[in-house]
């Protein structure tokens, strides 16, 4: 059969020629979102300036992409607020998967419709090509330009009627709208801070501070950090002795299930503790010492194991804020490809408690395969860091590429690359060292 007489083709050839992509009413699409599954939903127009930098990465998903559609589904309070994270993290895995689903139908939707779109992940699987970012679609941004909410002291989204209790998702829809959405004029955080209180690693700090490393040292245990981790253990080790000194047993059995089912995070007490929201607030306002009584104290007097990197700020905080839970160290599983990956890692990696009474210019200059300048400044507990040399220096490191890299994952020790003037440095070397103790072993 010739391709021409295909039915198919002969088909199509009988139908209307196609209509170019039309604007859709905003009206319809966002009461299309409710009525498959969406609790809340905004809409963003592509070019916007506020979240420029995400179009890389949303037109590595979608290139046609016009308008983003966020969206938002509801969590159960009390299964995320509960000190067994078994019940936490099934809530949180069901509504994910409700996002997804959410999504989906959405898509099916518009596509019936005659809109072209594509659904964003809301979680997992990500790209996971590492070192790089593994999510595409940052579903935070889009969903503050879509007037959902803000980005309270815990870095999560507080929706203004139903607080951190949601979970997000993004659509990429070809079409342009004849209206979009806006941010919200007010920050719905109280800024009460129990999620500085509630926090096991201190990752949060009263004045805003974030400390992403520590973060995710213990809460995303279960999760791609530690699986390099876990893998180094099962190669390393010579007997099963000297694999249990690294992970016990119930660690082991928290992994397999971890890889059999869904990770499991390790706290999220930020989320469970956070009263804001208007459906949420009155307990708290209305009784703060009941409030406190009944949600924060069963998370932070709970017994447990926090996973904590040797020299870190949250090794120093669970021994000074929580007795009764033990810190155990465990090691940075995360691998420095080259120098500019160690360069972005700088900010969050920087403990800002081990940098005290540190205030030093550093001048860096990388030789061999990478030919990189660079200037670290270190000063009131925060780390800048800047391509090329910027002002004078009091201290400056000159280093082959190749070695810097190995020294930070272990391949490689600093006194022999000191030695062989692999490395060298000129100014005090007590500032250099110094440099070092701001980031974790």
């Not at 072209?116 to 790089?132: D, H, K």
């Not at 499991?264 to 306002?285: D, M, Q, S, T």
């Not at 904590?308 to 000074?320: F, I, M, N, W």
Request: aromatic content about 10%; hydrophobic content about 40%.
């Amino acid at each position: 059969m010739a391709a021409k007489q295909h039915p198919t083709i002969l088909k199509l050839q009988e139908a209307p020629p196609a209509q170019p992509v039309r604007a859709v009413k905003a009206e319809w699409l966002k009461a299309l979102a409710l009525e498959h599954g969406a609790d809340d939903v905004g809409l963003v127009e592509v070019g916007r300036e506020a979240i420029a930098d995400q179009e890389p990465y949303i037109q590595q998903v979608f290139p046609k992409a016009k308008t983003l559609l966020s969206f938002m589904v509801r969590m159960n309070r009390e299964p995320v607020r509960a000190p067994a994270r078994s019940v936490a993290n099934q809530e949180f895995h069901a509504v994910y998967d409700d996002v997804n689903e959410t999504a989906r139908a959405i898509v099916r939707a518009l596509d019936e419709a005659g809109v072209s779109a594509c659904n964003a992940v809301a979680a997992f699987p990500m790209e996971v090509q590492l070192p790089g970012r593994g999510w595409l679609v940052a579903h935070k941004p889009v969903a503050v330009e879509a007037g959902l909410g803000h980005i309270g002291l815990h870095r999560s989204v507080i929706h203004p009627k139903f607080g951190s209790f949601v979970l997000l998702g993004t659509i990429l829809i070809e079409a342009e709208v004849d209206a979009y959405d806006h941010p919200i004029e007010y920050n719905p955080c109280l800024e009460c801070r129990l999620c500085v209180a509630a926090c096991p690693v201190g990752a949060i700090s009263p004045d805003g501070k974030f400390d992403f490393l520590n973060c995710y040292t213990h809460n995303y245990r279960d999760f791609l950090g530690n699986f390099t981790d876990w893998v180094d253990a099962v190669v390393d080790s010579k007997s099963m002795k000297q694999y249990r000194e690294r992970f016990t047993d119930g660690e082991t059995a928290s992994l397999w299930q971890s890889l059999s089912f869904k990770p499991g995070y390790k706290a999220a007490y930020c989320i469970a503790v956070c009263p804001a929201g208007e459906e949420v607030a009155n307990p708290f306002l209305q009784d703060r010492p009941g409030y406190v009584e009944e949600i924060v104290k069963p998370l932070t007097e709970k017994l447990e194991t926090v996973y904590v990197l040797p020299g870190s700020d949250a090794e120093k905080h669970v021994e000074r804020r929580f007795p009764g839970k033990t810190a155990k160290h465990v090691r940075r599983s995360t691998r420095i490809g080259n120098v500019r990956t160690f360069l972005a890692y700088l900010p969050i990696t920087f403990q800002r408690g081990r940098s005290k009474g540190l205030s030093a210019v550093y001048h860096w200059t990388f030789s061999g395969k990478e030919k990189v300048e660079a200037t670290i400044t270190v000063k009131d507990g925060t780390i800048d860091v800047k391509n090329g040399h910027l002002g004078e220096a009091d201290v400056r490191v000159f280093a082959d590429s190749d070695t810097w890299v190995k020294i930070l994952n272990r391949e490689y020790k600093m006194v022999p690359a000191i030695i062989l003037r692999k490395v060298r440095v000129k100014g005090s070397m007590d500032l250099f060292r110094a440099f070092g103790r701001c980031f974790p072993r």
